[in-house]
C-alpha cells in the first residue's frame, strides 16, 4: 500500500479539482475531504515504517456521494445557524423590548421618587422658613424688650446722675456764696483797716508838710513839679476871678485828623497850657494834627507828640502819652487846666467822669472781664450813670478843700457802653513821665 504522503503529493502535482466546484457549498465540502486525507494520512505515518519503494500513486475517488452528504450537511448547518439567528434577533428584540420597560420603569420610578423628595424637602424647607421667621420675631420681641428695659434704665441713671450733678451744683453754689461772703466781709474789713491806717498816715504826712511850710523854701523843695504847677493854676484862676468850680467838660477836647473829627474815637484832658494828656492808643492808630478845646471852639496845632516809651497795645501796658501844642492857652471862665492827682492813696469818693459819677470798686469785679490781674498803674471803677466811654476820656475828682479844682486821677483805655465795672489807667503812677516832659527839672 502507498503511503498518504504520496497521495497527498499527487493530490498537488494533479490539476486542482476545486477549479471544477461551481457553488461555495462543494468548495467547502471538497476542503472538508481534504483536511480528512490530511488526518488520515498523518494517522498512517505514525503506525507504518517508510518503504524504499515508494512510488506516485494516483488515487481516483468518486467524491459525488461525500459531496451530497457534506452538501446537506452544510445545508442543515446553515438552517441551524438561521435559526439560531432568529432566535437570537427574538432574543435581542426581548431584550430590547424589555429594556426599554425597565428604563421606562425605573425612570418612572426615580421620577416619582424626585417628585417626593421634592415635595418632601421642599415642606421641609418651608417648615424650616417658618421657624426662622418665627425666631426672628421673637429676636426681635427680646431685641426690643431689652433695649426699652435699657433704655429706662439709662433714662434712671441718667436722672440720678443730673440730679446729683444739680445737687451738688446747688451745693457748691452755696459753699462759693459763703466763701464769697466771708472774703468780702474779710476783704472789706481789711480795706477799711488799711484805710483807716493810710488815711492816719496821710493827716500826719499832712500835719508834716504843714510844719514845714511854715518856711517857703522848704515847702519848695519837697513839693513836685506837678503840685508846683497845681498852685500855679489855682493862682492864675484866683487872679482871673474864678472862685467856684465850672463844668468838668471844660477840660475835654477832641482831636482832629486831616481835617476830620475824631471826638467819637478819643478825648483828652488840658493838664497845661500847652499840654494835653490822653491814651497812648490814640496817638499810636492816627495822626493827630489839630486839637479842638472849649466844646470844640478853640483849635490848636500839634507840635509834637509823647507816647510812654514802654506802651503796648497787646497787653495794654503804660496806654498814656502826652500832646504838645504849637501855642498856649488862655485862662477863661470855663477853659482852663486841671491840676493832676498828687497823692499815693485812692480818692474815697467825688470822682467824676464828664459830669457822671464814678466809684472806685474792687479789683475783682474788673477781673475775668477785661483782665485776668490788674496792675499797679490800673485800677478798677464804676460808672454810677449808665453812659458810653471814649479813649482818653479823663476821670477826675473834685477837691473843695483846696481849691485845687479838678484833679486828673485816671484816663480811660477802651471805649465801652456796657454797664459794667471797667478798668482806667492811674495817672499817679505816670507822674515822673508827665513831669520830665511838662515840667522839667529847670523850670522848678
Known amino acids: 500500500m502507498r ?23 462543494k468548495k467547502m465540502v471538497f476542503i472538508a475531504l481534504i483536511v480528512a486525507l490530511l488526518q488520515a ?42 435559526i439560531l439567528e432568529e432566535a437570537l434577533a ?25 417628585e417626593r423628595w421634592n415635595e418632601r424637602l421642599s415642606a421641609e424647607v418651608k417648615e424650616t422658613q417658618r421657624l426662622n421667621e418665627r425666631m426672628s420675631a421673637v429676636v426681635k420681641a427680646t431685641e426690643e424688650r431689652w433695649n426699652e428695659r435699657l433704655s429706662a434704665e439709662v433714662k434712671e441713671t441718667q436722672w440720678l446722675i443730673e440730679s446729683k450733678i444739680f445737687r451738688m451744683s446747688v451745693a457748691v453754689k452755696a ?9 468780702s466781709a474779710e476783704v472789706k474789713a481789711t480795706e477799711e483797716r488799711w484805710t483807716e491806717k493810710m488815711s492816719i498816715l496821710e493827716n500826719k504826712f499832712k500835719n508834716l508838710s504843714n510844719q514845714l511850710t511854715k518856711s517857703p523854701d522848704i515847702a519848695t523843695l519837697h513839693k513836685r513839679p506837678a503840685e508846683l504847677a497845681c498852685e500855679k493854676i489855682t493862682s492864675k484862676l484866683q487872679s482871673i476871678g474864678v472862685t467856684s468850680i465850672t463844668d468838668v467838660a471844660v477840660h475835654l477836647g477832641a482831636f482832629t485828623e486831616g481835617g476830620f473829627k475824631l471826638w ?24 493827630v494834627t489839630t486839637l479842638e478845646l472849649n466844646l470844640y471852639i478853640v483849635l490848636k496845632k500839634v507840635k509834637a507828640i509823647h507816647i510812654h516809651p514802654e506802651f503796648s497795645i497787646n497787653p495794654a ?31 474815697k469818693s467825688g470822682l467824676m467822669e464828664r459830669g457822671t459819677k464814678v466809684q472806685i470798686v474792687a479789683d475783682s469785679e474788673c477781673l475775668n472781664k477785661h483782665t485776668t490781674q490788674l496792675l499797679p498803674n490800673q485800677m478798677c471803677v464804676k460808672s454810677l450813670t449808665h453812659n458810653c466811654r471814649q479813649k482818653g476820656e479823663p476821670i ?17 483805655g477802651k471805649r465801652s457802653c456796657i454797664d459794667e465795672p471797667y478798668v482806667i489807667t ?8 508827665i513831669e520830665s516832659i511838662v515840667w522839667p527839672k529847670k523850670e522848678n
Request: net charge negative.
Open 90 to 114: 427574538r432574543l435581542s428584540a426581548e431584550v430590547k423590548a424589555t429594556e426599554e420597560r425597565w428604563n421606562e420603569s425605573v425612570s418612572a420610578e426615580v421620577k416619582a421618587t424626585e
Open 41 to 82: 494520512a498523518s494517522t498512517e505515518g505514525s503506525n507504518q515504517e517508510p518503504s524504499l519503494d515508494d512510488v506516485p500513486l494516483s488515487i481516483y475517488v468518486d467524491a459525488s456521494k461525500e459531496i451530497d452528504y457534506f452538501i446537506s450537511l452544510a445545508k442543515s448547518i446553515d438552517e441551524k445557524q438561521r
Open 264 to 287: 467819637e474815637l478819643c478825648y483828652f484832658a488840658l493838664i497845661d497850657t500847652r499840654f494835653v494828656l490822653t491814651a497812648a492808643d490814640c496817638l499810636s492808630s492816627h495822626n
Open 175 to 183: 459753699t462759693e456764696e459763703r466763701w464769697n461772703k466771708r472774703l
Open 396 to 412: 477826675f475828682v473834685l477837691n473843695e478843700e483846696t481849691f485845687s479844682k479838678h484833679q486828673l486821677v485816671g484816663i480811660i
Open 317 to 347: 501796658l503804660n496806654n498814656i502819652g502826652l500832646i504838645e501844642m504849637n501855642s498856649e492857652v488862655e485862662y477863661t471862665f470855663d477853659l482852663y487846666p486841671a491840676c493832676m492827682y498828687t497823692s499815693a492813696f485812692n480818692p
Open 3 to 25: 503511503s498518504a504522503s504520496y497521495t497527498i503529493y499527487k493530490l498537488r502535482t494533479a490539476k486542482p479539482i476545486w477549479l471544477k466546484i461551481e457553488n461555495c457549498e
Open 426 to 433: 492811674n495817672v499817679f503812677a505816670y507822674l515822673d513821665f
